[in-house]
């Protein structure tokens, strides 16, 4: 229904609550991933697990800018040389 609406789903996890500037500003930019005519909804997640950055699902497309994930990487990388 929310497609019908011109609704995009978006979930936003963080590794800490987003402030109001904050979130405005990440509104913002997503904004610039929707079609003319559609709005976005923001979901936030808080899991402090992902250390820092966030993790961005907007409709079928999914961003991950965590520091967990770029610590992963980054030690199988050096794992790897050795």
Do not use: H, W
């Amino acid at each position: 229904m929310a497609a019908v609406r011109g609704e995009v789903i978006c979930e936003v996890t963080t590794a800490k609550p987003l402030d109001a500037p904050a979130m405005k500003e990440l509104e913002a930019t997503l904004k610039a991933f929707t079609k003319s005519g559609e709005t976005i909804k923001v979901t936030t997640k808080v899991d402090p697990s992902i250390i820092g950055g966030m993790l961005v699902s907007i409709g079928d497309k999914y961003i991950d800018m965590s520091m967990a994930s770029k610590i992963n990487r980054y030690t199988a990388l050096l794992q790897e040389a050795v």
